[in-house]
């Protein structure tokens, strides 16, 4: 590899030097394997001609990539082509996984995702968790993650890391539930409660769907809004790619944006929440059916009926979330909102007057509403993928 160009400065001790060298093989090695990841299989002289350093250099990189299972050699590239073929290299399929859970308010999921963005391993249940303690709901989570550990073990892939989407306010950088309503959780430390040794993460779920949004979904900008609902309502704001995440880390409560400033009492202590007009529970209570298992799902069925009753329900339901995001709307001007989670599955019915209202609020700002493809999936995958992410940003520390 070529000298960083300040090597010569005067000032520059031996010790900074070596970390200059360190840091910038690090990021060297970053650039290789994003590069194979989004554009492999590719050869070293394809590589080196993409992020601009000598064939020479890229060979030692992938050299070490290569010995440290991160990437493989697919053989010979183009045998018809004149002159020595290169040897194509992609993304190792036997090498690192990233393992992401979620614990939903009616279930578990489990999955297991491999460098090149396949899942490999998944194992999920139906379980009404609102209420249970967090020991005996981690205790269930973690025999699903061991399930998915074997299962991608056998395969011959190796857990690089976990992490764990939970619907409620995670302290930033910590693997502490601060509060999470639907469950009923306070200061739930799930690092101390989950029998499992993989390196950690916990994150709200709206924060893991809207990356999954980011790095997975079909045309979507850089700059969006992100909304997803379960019981509760959760959104998250990605500017220039990156999460935007508030001070402490609980940025986008949107089910708890006022609609309404008299309106029913929320159990957050307000009064005229979004979630008390778009919530799964209204719009349950406003169409006059019960509680069941698959809530969303029968909305979805007596919607596509013509259930008047359903149909009006939902109306209203996206008339407050007009309302709600009429000041993240103003306030941050995303490009586009996007629709994640059970919401997207009920979009047909929420999108016509959701736009209707946000549109009379927000004249001339041209900001569209989209739905997810990855829909209820989101978190988990966006989970699992941040580990895989994580792995391609930094591959040294994988190793
Ligand atoms: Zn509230």
């Keep these: 590899m070529s000298a960083p160009p300040h090597e010569a400065r005067p000032g520059v001790t031996g010790a900074r030097l070596a970390d200059t060298q360190h840091g910038m ?190 790095w997975l979904g079909e045309g979507v900008p850089d700059d969006f809004l992100h909304v997803s609902a379960e019981v509760g309502i959760g959104a998250a704001l990605v500017v220039d790619g990156l999460l935007l995440r508030g001070s402490r880390g609980f940025a986008g409560e949107l089910g708890h944006v006022p609609v309404r400033p008299d309106g029913p009492a929320c159990p957050c202590g307000g009064r005229g929440c979004l979630e008390q007009y778009a919530g799964e529970e209204a719009v349950l209570r406003a169409a006059g059916l019960r509680q069941g298992p698959d809530r969303v799902g029968l909305l979805v069925e007596r919607a596509a009926d013509g259930d008047e009753k359903v149909r009006q329900a939902l109306r209203d339901a996206g008339t407050a979330l007009g309302i709600a995001l009429t000041g993240a709307v103003n306030l941050l001007d995303p490009r586009t909102v996007v629709l994640g989670g059970a919401l997207s599955r009920l979009a047909p019915w929420l999108i016509p007057s959701l736009e209707e209202e946000l549109g009379r609020r927000t004249a001339g700002r041209g900001c569209s509403v989209t739905v997810s493809r990855i829909g209820s999936d989101g978190p988990v995958l966006g989970a699992a993928h941040s580990v895989v992410r994580a792995v391609l940003d930094d591959p040294a520390g994988a190793v």
């Design 25 to 214: 093989r690090r990021r060297n090695l970053a650039r290789v394997m994003h590069t194979v990841a989004a554009h492999g299989p590719l050869s070293r002289a394809s590589v080196a001609s993409r992020i601009g350093l000598t064939r020479a250099a890229v060979s030692t990189l992938v050299d070490e990539l290569t010995r440290s299972g991160l990437l493989e050699e697919l053989g010979p590239e183009r045998p018809g082509r004149v002159g020595r073929p290169g040897s194509a290299l992609a993304v190792s399929a036997r090498g690192p996984v990233g393992i992401g859970a979620e614990v939903g308010v009616d279930h578990l999921s489990v999955c297991a995702v491999d460098l090149r963005g396949d899942v490999r391993a998944r194992a999920g249940r139906a379980v009404g968790n609102r209420g249970r303690p967090p020991e005996p709901v981690l205790a269930d989570l973690a025999e699903l993650i061991g399930q998915v550990v074997r299962e991608a073990e056998r395969e011959g892939l190796r857990p690089a890391g976990l992490a764990v989407a939970v619907p409620g306010l995670v302290a930033r950088d910590s693997h502490t539930v601060v509060r999470a309503p639907n469950l009923d959780w306070h200061r739930t430390d799930v690092g101390a409660l989950l029998p499992v040794e993989l390196p950690l993460t916990v994150d709200n779920e709206a924060n893991f769907g809207a990356r999954a949004e980011l």
